[in-house]
């Protein structure tokens, strides 16, 4: 049997501290995908904000997006061509998400949203609304604002402060609270709020769909292109891949992932993010002809 499908989180596995995919690793990816294997991108990140990754890819990988709510299939070579010639910055290669296929997307109902900003405002928390092109947020502190500046920095997120998100007009596939304390946020929100599948990090919460998560995500992609779950292998580091890594057929937790992924996943690489531990991990599968279509 061999790997159809590899999917990668971000954030502390193919990115490294600085937010970059080596060399190396874009070689070993290149070399998984000349195998016949698809290549996803799995992340909490809006599926906008995850372009730059992209580009330092230097092709259009699958995209699941929102810890899942969203999953998208790279464009069609004839969806790129450019009628007069066959320039490389319109091939089916160029990483632009605008041009991509949607497979699923999951929304909130406007009495989801509705509670996690009941909840946010009783907190005082700024809350990041996710809307088709950038992120909504109201910011009435410089700790809020200096917070929302930091997921700018770590994600390249583009930010629309407004007064008031009763001006928004579309429905978010999640939604962020930002703040120090995500247990007891965490807490107070599982005691206000119905249903709703919250993620936490170090200083946020993020607020989903009922059920939502990314290995749904990644089983709705596997779904769609007809793979196995047994042909797919999935990399991650955080909390938010916990049902991800459980999902894949065979499921790796990085070196420097939380202890929780680890105890679950089927092993755990040698190497961390910024040892370039996923390149070594790819280039010894490839070694070993562990990639290629499905069967």
Not at 194 to 221: Q, R, Y
Request: net charge negative; glycine share 6%; proline share 5%.
């Amino acid at each position: 049997m061999v790997y159809s499908l590899l999917a990668l989180d971000l954030d502390g596995t193919l990115l490294n501290k600085a937010g970059v995919v080596t060399a190396r690793t874009v070689a070993a990816l290149q070399r998984v995908r000349a195998a016949g294997a698809a290549v996803a991108l799995c992340s909490g990140r809006a599926s906008y904000s995850m372009r730059g990754v992209e580009a330092q890819l230097g092709f259009a990988p699958f995209v699941v997006s929102f810890n899942g709510a969203v999953v998208h299939a790279p464009p069609r070579p004839s969806d790129n061509a450019k009628s007069s010639d066959n320039s490389a910055d319109n091939s089916s290669d160029s990483p632009d998400n605008n041009a991509k296929t949607l497979l699923f997307r999951n929304e909130m109902t406007p009495a989801q949203v509705s509670q996690v900003l009941q909840a946010a405002n009783a907190m005082r928390r700024a809350v990041n609304y996710y809307g088709p092109d950038s992120i909504y947020c109201v910011v009435t502190s410089d700790e809020q604002r200096a917070l929302a500046h930091r997921y700018h920095l770590l994600t390249g997120a583009t930010y629309e402060f407004i007064d008031d998100y009763s001006i928004i007009q579309t429905l978010p596939p999640k939604m962020l609270i930002f703040g120090h304390d995500p247990d007891i946020m965490i807490k107070y929100l599982r005691e206000n709020t119905s249903g709703l599948a919250l993620i936490k990090d170090d200083w946020f919460v993020e607020c989903l769909p009922p059920d939502m998560n990314k290995g749904v995500g990644f089983t709705k992609l596997c779904q769609a292109l007809n793979i196995p779950i047994e042909q797919t292998i999935a990399f991650g580091d955080g909390w938010n891949d916990m049902e991800f890594i459980a999902a894949a057929g065979t499921g790796i937790a990085m070196k420097n992932a939380r202890q929780e992924l680890k105890d679950i996943a089927s092993r755990i690489t040698e190497f961390t993010n910024d040892e370039e531990g996923l390149a070594i991990e790819l280039e010894n599968f490839l070694s070993k002809g562990l990639f290629g279509p499905k069967n």
